[in-house]
């Protein structure tokens, strides 16, 4: 598997300044939103920020449980659930993997899931299952995982489906968080600039390997792949977030995919969070605006997990710049 250095520190930073530059504009109208070239890190004079005691460059929950997950599969050499959930708990209570010390958000289903892994849930029970608990939280933190694994697309789906169970146990977050992780995968090994082909492959192989008339096969054809036809709205649903994500990638380069991210309003820190994450893949850290990622805060963090990421690849299997 030959793998591009620029689109493994793509993924990872794309997903981190997505996060960092919507953190702002969250819980925004569209309408509400500044002009298109006035999207960025430090938002217009007079504009009324979300998380104004934020510091501008600053990732949210979103980012910090990426990093989180990175480090556990990075420390275990596996995806060792109970190990993740520890980290979760260790972000929530101590400000783990954020880059100023300051917990500021936190999503409704997640929280819930905390409260279980610190009742003695054991991690794979944590999250809840009922089909009202299927906002994006899990979604917007599992791209580590495809820059890290080195399985079959089989053991992939398969820890995709684990890592969303902590906090996100239905069925429909976990397909959208294996579609999700196929489709990095692909873009990952592709030559291809356009992330169409790679979507498709993507579904097909889900098809392939979920049972016909199986829950997740009909959440795939009944719940996720409907998408493809409607708008997203940069909402909090996942399945909202991952269309979303999918659609803005016609916006042109990294910054025009996270600006139309973020432009869709509402959700803006996480739909550009999971936008952004595919787009690094797609265009590569030297496609990220230098501006945006001088401004992001806590690069010493990034940069060591980056490093033992790329060092737990085969250093033959990466290609340097």
């Known amino acids: 598997m030959n793998l591009s250095y620029e689109s493994l520190a793509g993924g990872l930073y794309g997903l981190l300044i997505g ?12 309408d509400q939103l500044p002009a298109w070239d006035a999207i960025e890190m430090e938002p217009p004079a007079g504009f009324a920020r979300a998380h104004g005691r934020t510091p501008i460059g600053t990732w ?20 060792d659930l ?22 500021f958000d936190c999503g409704i289903q997640t929280g819930d899931a905390i409260w279980e892994l610190l009742r003695g849930t054991p991690a794979h029970a944590a999250g809840r299952t009922d089909e009202m608990a299927n ?39 976990h397909v959208c968080c294996a579609l999700y992780c196929l489709w990095a995968r692909y873009l990952l090994t592709s030559d291809e600039a356009k992330a169409e082909p790679t979507w498709a492959r993507a579904v097909a192989t889900l098809r392939d390997y979920y049972a016909e008339n199986g829950p997740y096969r009909l959440e795939l054809e009944l719940s996720v792949r409907p998408m493809e036809k409607t708008l ?16 803005v990638q ?22 550009a ?6 787009a690094g893949v797609r265009f590569g850290l ?33 290609e340097k710049p």
Not at 19 to 30: C, K, R, S, T
Not at 250 to 262: F, L, N, R, S, T
């Open 19 to 30: 996060d960092a530059l919507g953190v702002p504009y969250e819980f925004h109208a569209p």
């Open 60 to 79: 949210s929950d979103d980012g910090a449980q990426a990093l989180a997950l990175l480090d556990s599969l990075l420390t275990c050499g596996e995806l």
């Open 82 to 103: 109970d190990d993740f959930g520890r980290r979760i708990v260790d972000w929530y209570e101590n400000a783990a993997y954020t880059p100023d010390s300051r917990v």
């Open 135 to 173: 906002g994006n939280g899990s979604l917007m933190r599992v791209l580590p995982l495809a820059l890290w694994h080195t399985g079959s697309d089989e053991d992939l789906i398969r820890d995709a489906h684990l890592q969303s169970s902590v906090t996100h146990g239905h069925p429909r977050s």
């Open 232 to 247: 997203g709205t940069g909402g909090g649903y996942v399945v909202d977030c991952l269309r979303s994500a999918h659609q």
């Open 250 to 271: 016609a916006a042109g380069d990294y910054e025009g995919v996270v600006k139309a991210a973020i432009a869709l309003g509402r959700d803006t820190d996480t739909t």
């Open 273 to 278: 969070c999971v936008a952004g994450g595919i």
């Open 286 to 318: 030297a496609g990220i605006p230098t501006r945006w990622i001088e401004a992001l805060q806590g690069k010493d963090l990034v940069e060591n997990l980056l490093s033992r990421l790329l060092a737990s690849r085969e250093p033959a299997a990466i």
